[in-house]
């Protein structure tokens, strides 16, 4: 399935009636208020994602919290919603620790390889953690100093386009912009409860269209609500 505008638009049509029904709102107009209505909601739910690596030189002085304030190199126009997580480095550069895993040849490679992993897990469970605090717009802030000087930044972002969203998530977007369109196009329709036709009186009914697309919309958010969340905490106990 494409996920484009084209095909977004075409679904919208077909849910209100077009051609037979005609709309009170352009296609430029639908675009232009999904981007700045739909989409950054739909966002908060199924965020596209980003990295950036951050270093000292990307240290800045923040009054309103530690010292430790690094401004995330992003793009202009990435909304950032919130921090994903961040990853350190070991050796001094998150280049190099991407680049140094070693090839594995055989089954007892993976073996110790899971091994030392554990180890290296457990230990640093043992250490205290370095956390971290996302100021919007773009400022991240650490209660310590960034190990190695660098730190790699995954953040969650509006979509910027449709084809970012998750396919099986898609279908619920369309859906979600369908209950949007109904609402604004029975806005515009509640200014006129009737219209006068060289046959008679004719009921624009968008009493039903408003329900309709509210009920859409509700549909959608209940579904968005039972997305798992980006991490699952697991608490152990003793007991």
Not at 96 to 109: E, K, M, Q, V
Not at 122 to 142: C, K, M, N
Not at 166 to 171: K, L, N, S, T, V
């Amino acid at each position: 399935m494409p996920q484009t505008w084209n095909n977004l638009l075409e679904y919208i049509k077909l849910e209100l009636g077009v051609p037979v029904n005609l709309l009170e709102i352009s296609d430029d107009d639908i675009i232009k208020y999904i981007k700045n209505h739909a989409l950054p909601e739909f966002s908060q739910y199924v965020p596209a994602f980003k990295f950036k690596v951050i270093t000292e030189s990307n240290r800045v002085t923040y009054t309103a919290g530690p010292s430790y304030a690094y401004k995330i190199p992003a793009d202009p126009d990435d909304q950032i919603i919130d921090i994903y997580d961040v990853y350190y480095s070991k050796s001094g550069s998150i280049t190099a620790d991407i680049l140094s895993s070693n090839y594995i040849l055989n089954t007892t490679d993976v073996i110790d390889t899971v091994i030392m992993n554990e180890f290296n897990d457990l230990v640093s469970s043992l250490r205290s953690r370095q956390t971290w605090e996302f100021a919007p717009p773009d400022i991240l802030y650490f209660d310590k100093e960034l190990p190695n000087g660098s730190a790699l930044v995954v953040y969650n972002i509006v979509h910027k386009s449709l084809d970012t969203i998750r396919p099986d998530m898609y279908r619920y977007f369309k859906k979600y912009c369908a209950g949007y369109v109904k609402t604004w196009v029975a806005k515009f329709r509640s200014k006129f409860d009737n219209l006068a036709t060289p046959v008679g009186q004719l009921s624009i009914n968008w009493q039903q269209l408003l329900q309709e697309g509210q009920q859409d919309i509700q549909e959608v958010y209940q579904i968005l609500e039972t997305v798992p969340p980006d991490h699952l905490i697991v608490v152990e106990s003793n007991y």
